[in-house]
Structures are given as structure tokens and as C-alpha cells.
């Protein structure tokens, strides 16, 4: 059974900080890696989908990388500003017959203070 | 377009009483997903369809049931509602592909916050 985590649980910055976001997965066999976004009392937003093919997307100041073979993905967000708080979720999809389902860490908490 | 919506925001029940969740997509999408998201245990699936008329198991299906009788809805429902059921339960839409494996992200609604007394 596919199990997703992700370190730290929480994080708190100042400004401007630049930040990596961790998450592991335990079977390597996935198609892709998707990084969500969630504000409080809201859906989940798609940020960043990576193939299993790729090792990296980037989007603006967000850079996903992916490797595959030791079961890591990092999301780093570069100069960190206050509306980047949220969380965020890594979530996997199977390789073979998924139809696209997803196995969710249980995501960073992150607060960039001014 | 409205993506993906949910009805309705915010349910209080008793033990033992029954709902029915609804999520619509106008998105034409063929893939529609339920989960439950629960603090610190991330999201959860809980049925899916991978067409109209089509519904599976997710990893925790018990006591709930779904139906997807038109492509843009996909139905939640508890039959006998628990405690162990309060949760913030998430639709989501995938536009699939003409095989099992998709390449696109999953579009989700705003949740639907339940408590259960």
C-alpha cells in the first residue's frame, strides 16, 4: 500500500525566506506527483504536476523536483510572501489501471509572517 | 464555467439520520472522485467513477454509497449516519482519457463540512 508523508508537519518564516517543502513516498511505481495548495475552509488548488518521466516543473517562484527511484519530491518556493501561507498537500498517482486516483501526505502548514 | 460545486457547504446530523451529498461538475469530465479529509490523516478516497453509470471502491468506502447517474453529478450518500463520519468530504473531477491512465490534475470542489452528533 502506497503511503505519502511529509516533513515538517509545520513551518513558520519571515519574508523572504526561501523554504523547501519534503515529501516521501514508499512505493516508487507512481505516474506522477502533484503539489496542491489549500487556504483554510477551501478546496485543494493544483500547483505543480510532475510526471514520472520528469525531474522537475517549475511555475513562477514554486520548483517541484521529483526523484522517483529513492521516493522524494521537494517543493521549493523562493522569496516567500505572506499570501504563500496555507497548506500544502504532495499527493501520488499509481502507475497501471489508477484512473487517476491520488494518495495524499497529510500536508505542511505553512505561515510567512510579515 | 463553475468547475466543480458542491451542496451543500455545511451539515449538522444526528446519529443514525441519512443525507445525500451532491457534487456537479460542468466540465464535462469523465473521472469524479469522493474523499474525506480528516485533521492530520490528508485526504482519503472514498468511491469513484470513471464514467456515467460506473462506481468503485476507494480505500474507505464503508458506510457510504455513491451514484453517478448523469456524467456532471456524482452522489454521496450516508444511509445511517456516525460520529466517525464527521468530516470535511472533497469532490473532485479529472477529464480521463481514452485508457486507464490520465495525465491531467484533479479539479476540486470547495468541501462539504459535516458533523455528526
Known amino acids: 500500500k502506497q503511503e505519502v508523508t511529509q516533513i515538517p508537519a509545520a513551518l513558520s518564516v519571515p519574508e523572504g525566506e526561501n523554504l523547501v517543502l519534503n515529501c516521501s513516498f514508499t512505493?516508487?511505481?507512481?505516474?506522477?506527483l502533484q503539489w496542491f495548495r489549500q487556504d483554510p475552509g477551501k478546496g485543494l488548488t493544483s500547483l505543480l504536476l510532475i510526471q514520472s518521466s520528469q525531474r522537475e516543473q517549475t511555475s513562477g517562484r514554486l520548483n517541484a523536483s521529483l526523484d522517483k527511484s529513492s521516493g522524494r519530491s521537494t517543493l521549493y518556493i523562493a522569496a516567500s510572501q505572506p499570501g504563500d501561507s496555507a497548506t500544502y498537500l504532495c499527493?501520488?498517482?499509481?502507475?497501471?489501471?489508477?484512473?487517476?486516483?491520488?494518495?495524499f501526505g497529510q500536508g505542511t502548514i505553512l505561515t510567512v509572517h510579515p | 464555467n463553475a468547475g466543480v460545486t458542491q451542496t451543500p457547504k455545511f451539515r449538522v446530523l444526528k446519529t443514525g439520520q441519512s443525507m445525500t451529498l451532491l457534487c456537479a461538475q460542468d466540465?464535462?469530465?469523465?473521472?469524479m472522485y469522493w474523499y474525506r479529509q480528516d485533521p492530520g490523516m490528508g485526504l482519503r478516497l472514498i468511491h469513484y467513477s470513471v464514467g456515467e453509470g460506473t462506481t468503485a471502491k476507494g480505500e474507505v468506502p464503508d458506510g457510504y454509497n455513491v451514484s453517478r447517474l448523469k456524467k456532471q453529478n456524482f452522489l454521496l450518500g450516508l444511509e445511517s449516519a456516525a460520529p466517525s463520519q464527521t468530516s470535511v468530504y472533497f469532490c473532485a473531477s479529472n477529464p480521463g482519457t481514452s485508457f486507464e491512465i490520465t495525465t491531467d490534475t484533479q479539479y476540486f470542489g470547495p468541501g462539504t463540512r459535516l458533523t455528526v452528533l
Open positions: 512505493d516508487s511505481a507512481i505516474y506522477n
Open positions: 499527493a501520488v498517482s499509481a502507475g497501471g489501471t489508477s484512473y487517476g486516483k491520488l494518495t
Open positions: 466540465m464535462n469530465h469523465e473521472y
